[in-house]
Structures are given as C-alpha cells and as structure tokens.
C-alpha cells in the first residue's frame, strides 16, 4: 500500500469513528464498526461483545475508555490467541501492539481510565447513570465533538498500528 492510500485508509478510519460516536454512541463499537469499514476483520461476535464495555465499562467511568477498549479488541481479533493456542503460551504480538496504542491513548489524554480521559477533555468527569449529569456531559459536546474526537483518533491510530504490523509481515 502506497502512502497515499494508506493516509486515506487512516482518514476515513477517522471520520467514521467520529461520524458512528456521534450518531450511535457506544464508543467501543464506534471503533470496531470504523475499523471495520476500512480494515475489515470485525466479525459480528467481537463487534456484539463489546457493546457493554461503553463509557468505562457498564457507563461507569472506572474502567478503560471504552474507545481504547474497542482499539485493542480490534488489535486482538487479528493478532489474539485463538482457542487452539489457549493452553499455550502463544504470542505476544497482540500485547506488544495494544501497548502501542496504549502508550499513545495516554500521552493524548492523560489517563486510559474513560473519567480520567473526561476529565482531561471537559475538566470533570460525569456519571452517565445520572440524567442530569448524563444532560451535562451532552450539553458539554460529549456525543457532538469531545467523545466523537476521541474516538475518531483511536481508530485512526488503531489502523495506523495494523496497517504498520501488515507491512513488516
């Protein structure tokens, strides 16, 4: 792949991250459904599955960003341990690749922790179980820009790390 397509891929990685976080929210699958459209190998169980780990995990906030969270299931779905390896060791390629991304995820934001990552993007957190809070952290731009942009980098960087992998291979 030519740079020039490659910076397309990565792109149009982006905007779809942050296009599906601002009309769909669930911000795991807005990763997974922008990689998706541009990677390929998503399959519907990895996409399913990750729906609960939103907004920290379970919209708690307490947990990894839901938008880091969905990177590394992408990650994993191509380079993971599969069933037939899982009493093995097996590889490590998935671990080493997630932690790039990690490594990124935090210097952009400050912290992998989704009220960490509210709290560097809006100075404060929210509780999202709460409505008015939940009211807040939408008046604030949570689905319009803020998330929507983090997102869009994650799978923008996610994309970036496996086409990156793809190429040494």
Not at 47 to 71: E, I, R
Not at 128 to 140: G, H, K, P, V
Request: contains cysteine.
């Amino acid at each position: 792949m030519d740079d020039k397509d490659k910076k397309e891929m990565l792109e149009k990685a982006y905007a779809l991250g942050y296009e599906y976080e601002q009309k769909y929210g669930a911000c795991p699958q807005c990763v997974l459904g922008a990689l998706k459209e541009t990677l390929g190998g998503i399959d519907e169980q990895v996409f399913k599955a990750s729906h609960a780990l939103a907004g920290g995990a379970a919209l708690s906030g307490q947990g990894s960003c839901g938008a880091l969270a969905g990177g590394m299931l992408a990650i994993s779905a191509r380079y993971g341990r599969d069933w037939e390896s899982f009493k093995g060791r097996g590889s490590r390629k998935a671990a080493s690749l997630s932690k790039l991304l990690y490594d990124k995820f935090v210097a952009e934001f400050g912290s992998p922790v989704c009220a960490g990552v509210q709290e560097s993007i809006f100075g404060r957190s929210f509780n999202l179980w709460d409505a008015e809070d939940f009211r807040a952290f939408e008046e604030a731009g949570g689905h319009r820009d803020k998330c929507p942009a983090v997102v869009g980098k994650t799978a923008m960087w996610t994309a970036e790390i496996i086409l990156e992998a793809e190429e040494e291979t």
